[in-house]
C-alpha cells in the first residue's frame, strides 16, 4: 500500500514563500508521476505542477516562473517551492502519485496567503 503525507503548508503573507514535501511510502513502481494539486472552497481540484520518474516537470500557466517542483528519488519524496504567493492560491494542496492505472493521494495541507 503506497502513503502520501504532506507537510510545509501554514501562513504566509502575500509575495511570501513556501516549500511542500510530500513523502511516499510503499510499494512504488520505477516509473510514476507525481504532482502537487490544490483545490480552494466551492472550486475544483486543480493541477499545480507534476514531475515523472524522468524528470520532466509541468507546471499550470499560473503557477510558471514562481513555483518550483523538484524530487529526491533515493528518498521518494517531491517538493514544492512556492514564490511570490498570491491570496487567491489560498487553498488545501494535495500530492498525487500516479503510476500505471493507480493513483494515490495525501490527505492535504492547508495554504493560506493573506495580510
Known amino acids: 500500500q503506497v502513503q502520501l503525507v504532506e507537510s510545509g503548508g501554514g501562513l504566509v503573507q502575500p509575495g511570501g514563500s513556501l516549500r511542500l514535501t510530500c513523502a511516499a511510502s510503499?510499494?512504488?513502481?520505477?516509473?510514476?508521476?507525481m504532482g502537487w494539486y490544490r483545490q480552494a472552497p466551492g472550486k475544483q481540484r486543480e493541477l499545480v505542477a507534476a514531475i515523472s520518474s524522468g524528470g520532466m516537470t509541468n507546471y499550470a500557466d499560473s503557477v510558471k516562473g514562481r513555483f518550483t517542483i523538484s524530487r529526491d528519488s533515493v528518498k521518494n519524496m517531491v517538493y514544492l517551492q512556492m514564490n511570490s504567493l498570491k491570496p487567491e492560491e489560498t487553498a488545501a494542496y494535495y500530492c498525487?502519485?500516479?503510476?500505471?492505472?493507480?493513483?494515490?493521494w495525501g490527505q492535504g495541507t492547508q495554504v493560506t496567503v493573506s495580510s
Open positions: 510503499g510499494s512504488i513502481a520505477s516509473m510514476y508521476v
Open positions: 498525487n502519485l500516479r503510476f500505471g492505472s493507480r493513483a494515490y
